[in-house]
């Protein structure tokens, strides 16, 4: 079973998207609806077995409490393997 493949971005406005799809407002610190749709993402794989994995693209302008938000809501949909892109560099 292929892993499913998502990618998160944080942007320097705050905003955040899930494969290019902005959920919530940039000013909300909980994300709800980012949250809620990881949960279901993870839940789904879950049902078939499938490994999530996620990749979280931050501008090199984007506020590191901004990242800490998407960690927080991937923490809570319980999705553990997570892999960072800075800019256009490689690794974090």
Known sequence: ???DEIIVAVEESGAVTLN???LDNPDSKPMPNFT???TRLKQEA???GAKVL???QAEEQAKYER???VLNALAKAKV???TFTVGSEEGF
Do not use: G, Y
Request: no cysteine; proline share 5%.
């Open 80 to 82: 553990a393997n997570v």
């Open 1 to 3: 079973e292929m892993p």
């Open 67 to 69: 990242v800490i938000d």
């Open 54 to 56: 996620v990749t979280i």
């Open 36 to 38: 809620s749709s990881l």
């Open 20 to 22: 290019e799809e902005e």
């Open 46 to 48: 879950d049902n078939r």
